[in-house]
Antibody, heavy 122, light 107 residues
């Protein structure tokens, strides 16, 4: 079964840091672009970042550029999101998601993890 | 930046009825790079449609997608009780983006 499981969310103060992890199983992790998408509870979906198969190409939404870093460890089948200089407006459920096809930039998202909640508050 | 606008914001229908959800792009979406997702409360989104009209694996054939250019539609032919949820369209490309969602609720 193809599965993504996020961890690492929690409560952090403004200006703080947090690292999210996404453990992948059931597919050849190193063959897919991977993404992070976030959702403020009760609101819509916002794409955050993506990373290619070997980790050499990254793209970020303007709202997180310079503060968040996406990375991966293909030996551990794990995706990461390092979040620094966190702001109250970064509060959201963070989902990792796999690109729809291997070796492809066809960036629909399937599947998604269950999400991990990040709360930025003093 | 291409903005996706979904309508209506809320759609109230009864089981067995037909649902038609719209997604309009501010500029043409190339190569039908348009997907649809379903999200139920407390759950992650689930892919329904990609390439504007291709059903994802395991999606019932009552779900269909159509459209091109700037106007796309998700149709649910006969609503089942489990179909009441929020639906999002998504443009995929260099900077993926989502519509704001349509809530499909029981009338």
């Amino acid at each position: 079964e193809v599965q993504l499981v996020e961890s690492g969310g929690g409560l952090v103060q403004p200006g703080g840091s947090l690292r999210l992890s996404c453990a992948a199983s059931g597919f050849t992790f190193s063959s897919y672009w991977m993404h992070w998408i976030r959702q403020v509870p009760g609101k819509g979906l916002v794409w955050v970042s993506r990373l290619n198969m070997d980790g050499s190409i990254t793209t970020y939404a303007d709202s997180v550029k310079g503060r968040f870093t996406i990375s991966r460890d293909n030996a551990k089948n794990t995706l990461y999101l390092q979040m620094n200089s966190l702001r109250v407006e970064d509060t959201a459920v963070y989902y990792c998601a796999r690109a729809g096809l291997p070796y492809s930039t066809s960036h629909w998202f399937d599947p998604w993890g269950q999400g991990t909640l990040v709360t930025v508050s003093s | 930046e291409i903005v996706l606008t979904q309508s209506p914001g809320t759609l109230s229908l009864s089981p067995g009825e037909r649902a038609t959800l719209s997604c309009r792009a501010s500029q043409s979406v190339s190569s039908s790079y348009l997907a649809w997702y379903q999200q139920k409360p407390g759950q992650a989104p689930r892919l329904l449609i990609f390439g504007a009209s291709s059903r994802a694996t395991g999606i019932p054939d009552r779900f269909s997608g159509s459209g091109s250019g700037t106007d796309f539609t998700l149709t649910i032919s006969r609503l089942e009780p489990e179909d009441f949820a929020v639906y999002y369209c998504q443009r995929y490309g260099s900077s993926p983006s989502f519509g704001q969602g349509t809530k499909l609720q029981i009338k």
